[in-house]
């Protein structure tokens, strides 16, 4: 069997790790000739040496000599964007698994949808900023193609696999409903970030586990799967399923619904976006549905989750409005982190952000970075 040549970019974190462990189980498949990350350089050697990788990368010239330091004989230490950029649109890498948090993930998928790779993407921050310019990018370079991680596109994907695009007239993504699920709209606004911290279902990184309390990584979720599944000109929607046995449903023209089930662990979707069209066995835990015993669905609450309306509102919208909303909360996230704003505010520096935003179809990547500087810069002046 030909190896793919994977790149594993944002190999120290949550999705990372998974990614590692999914990497190394399989190694007659694979072959990991880069592994990057920003920081975390003790944990970026030890991966490095774990996938045998030919290179590690930091994207922080800062960090370099540190990595140059802990990595194994055999792996050349490398640092910064330009260099990223480079080696994953280079003739050593087949497959970028991008795993890097936020939008630092835009211009190496850029780049290697540029060069024809496949992309395995986790970010979902780059498809929530620039959409418009990664379906654009995958129009111009018909060789690339780009295959969802986040658990709820993948299932959407595989309950899409095979589908005419005029069959499928709604597309639904799962939420556990986080810790929040059944509280009151006073509670939920002076909760404690211990208490946002603490989700129900999933072990996850710490931006993204108060996403999910929030209702905000729906809400990301469903920009996500408009530009994803863009071609179907599907309905979005969104049911709070608080078991996350089911991830994703699309719904048929004639009423039929197909459902992804899985366990709550990112490796079954991380390998089967490396591996698809075909699928491995993992030595993960199986789903048992009669030990689950009963599965619920309920309708999200638009009232005590504003979250649902900026979603929308972004879908609709289009153009630089994700990305300030996204920008909106990335700030808000890291104000709520500092101890600075309440877990109500987060919601009131998102609106105004949005309701205040001058919105244009995107156009390039210079353009997208003075908006995500613009509505930075606003979300941090938010008065509250
Ligand atoms: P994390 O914070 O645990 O890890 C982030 C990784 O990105 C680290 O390796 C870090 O070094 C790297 N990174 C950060 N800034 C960087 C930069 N400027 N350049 C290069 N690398 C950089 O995050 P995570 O929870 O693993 O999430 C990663 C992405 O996957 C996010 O976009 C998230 O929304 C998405 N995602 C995560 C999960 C999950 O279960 N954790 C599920 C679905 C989707
Ligand atoms: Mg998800």
Not at 61 to 75: D, H, I, M, N, R
Not at 201 to 224: C, P, Q, R, Y
Not at 248 to 273: F, H, N, R, V
Not at 357 to 364: C, F, R, V
């Amino acid at each position: 069997m030909t190896k793919n040549n994977v790149a594993l970019l944002g190999a120290t974190g949550s999705i990372g790790r998974s990614a590692t462990v999914v990497l190394s189980c399989y190694k007659e498949r694979f072959n990991v000739p880069l592994v990057a990350a920003r920081s975390s350089i003790k944990e970026l050697a030890a991966c490095a040496k774990e996938l045998n990788s030919a290179m590690a990368l930091t994207t922080d010239k800062a960090f370099y000599s540190e990595l140059s330091a802990a990595l194994p004989q055999g792996t050349a230490a490398l640092s910064g964007m330009e260099k990223l950029i480079e080696v994953v649109s280079s003739d050593q890498v087949d497959t970028v698994l991008c795993a890097i948090i936020g939008t630092a993930g835009i211009r190496p998928v850029l780049a290697a949808i540029e060069a024809g790779k496949t992309i395995a993407l986790a970010s979902k921050e780059v498809m929530v900023s620039a959409g418009e310019l990664v379906n654009a990018a995958l129009k111009a370079n018909p060789q690339a193609r780009l295959i969802p991680v986040d658990s709820e596109h993948s299932g959407v994907f595989q309950s899409l696999a095979g589908r005419a695009k005029n069959e499928v007239e709604t597309i639904i993504l799962t939420a556990s409903g986080g810790p929040f699920r059944t509280w009151s709209a006073e509670r939920i606004a002076s909760a404690t970030l211990a208490e946002a911290l603490n989700h129900p279902t999933w072990s996850m990184g710490k931006k993204i586990t108060i996403d999910s309390a929030s209702m905000m990584n729906k809400a990301l979720e469903l920009v996500e799967a408009r530009y994803l599944f863009e071609e179907y000109n599907a309905k979005l929607d969104v049911l709070v399923h608080p078991q996350s046995a089911v991830h994703a449903l699309i719904e048929l023209t004639d009423g039929s619904l197909i459902a992804q089930c899985a366990i709550t662990d990112m490796k079954l979707p991380i390998a089967y976006a490396l591996t698809y069209p075909e699928r491995v066995t993992l030595p993960a835990a199986k789903l048992s549905l009669a030990e689950m015993g009963k599965l619920e669905f309920f309708a999200p609450d638009r009232k005590r989750f504003p979250a649902f309306d900026f979603a929308y509102a972004a879908v609709e919208s289009g153009g630089t409005l994700p990305c300030a909303m996204n920008a909106a909360n990335e700030v808000a996230v890291e104000r709520f982190c500092a101890g600075e704003i309440t877990f109500g505010s987060i919601y009131r520096i998102i609106d105004k952000v949005m309701s205040d935003w001058h919105n244009e179809p995107q156009k390039s990547l210079e353009q997208l970075d003075a908006a995500d500087a613009e509505a930075r810069s606003k979300a941090r002046e938010v008065k509250l």
